[in-house]
């Protein structure tokens, strides 16, 4: 099977734009999980998807959305950008009742 | 809520001989779940081994082996015979079910370097 797919791999953005990251994955997996890596922060939990639906959040402003389409591929959008959003996005998916994420390569932002 | 704690920033081994990196864990769950991810310079988050709380037995997968000890709420990586490739972070991470969802609570990492 193929892995979780991640575009883009590098983005570069400014200061008050929009960003949306794409996440497919593993097929069969109607899990999608996002996770935010930075220095300081280390990982750390965005939001699940399954079935279309947020079943969670973690504690990030509402700059910070996402979706997930009938085929369980999920978008992640983060809207005025600032400089703290540069990170190391990931993207990783489950079958339930696995436990088991599986990541992707994840996506590299740098915001100027 | 969980808690993922792993002490050593960095470790050094050398090439063929064995390695353990330490994580120690904090929950009020009778059943969970202990998992560790590598992470090379590429960044992709590399599963290798899973734990659950009720195995009686110690996780292995190749040369990767997780010692638990469940009353020390300890689950070490033991890599056995190092290999150059195993230079990278090493997660140690707890599956989380607050909040209606699974998600995974991560220590800080290691950073693994493998001399030759």
């Known amino acids: 099977k193929a892995g979780v797919t991640q575009t883009p791999r590098y983005l570069i953005k400014t200061r008050g734009q929009q960003v949306t990251l794409s996440c497919s994955p593993i097929?069969?997996?109607?899990?999608v999980s996002w996770y935010q890596q930075t220095p300081g922060q280390g990982l750390q939990f965005l939001f699940e998807?399954?079935?279309?639906?947020?079943?969670n959040k973690g504690n990030f402003p509402g700059r910070f959305s996402g979706r997930q389409f009938s085929n369980s591929r999920s978008e992640m959008n983060v809207s005025t950008l600032e400089l703290g959003d540069s990170a190391l996005y990931l993207c990783?998916?489950?079958?339930?009742?696995?436990?088991?994420?599986?990541f992707g390569p994840g996506t590299r932002l740098l915001v100027l | 809520a969980q808690k993922i704690t792993q002490t050593q920033p960095g470790m050094f081994v050398q090439e063929k001989e064995a390695v353990t990196l330490d994580c120690t864990y904090d929950?009020?769950?009778?059943?969970?779940?202990l998992f560790w991810y590598k992470q090379p310079s590429s960044g992709e988050m590399i599963f290798l081994i899973y734990?659950?709380?009720?195995?009686?037995q110690n996780a292995t997968e190749g040369r990767y082996s997780l010692n638990f000890q469940k009353a020390r709420k300890s689950a070490n990586l033991v890599i056995s015979a190092s290999q150059l490739g195993d230079s990278a972070m090493y997660f140690c991470?707890?599956?989380?079910?607050?909040?209606?969802?699974?998600?995974?609570?991560f220590g800080k990492g290691t950073k693994l370097t493998v001399n030759p």
């Open positions: 929950t009020s769950d009778q059943s969970y779940g």
């Open positions: 998807y399954f079935s279309e639906t947020q079943r």
């Open positions: 990783a998916s489950r079958a339930p009742p696995q436990e088991t994420q599986y």
């Open positions: 097929s069969g997996h109607r899990s």
């Open positions: 734990q659950g709380s009720y195995d009686e």
């Open positions: 991470a707890m599956r989380d079910l607050q909040g209606g969802s699974e998600k995974l609570v």
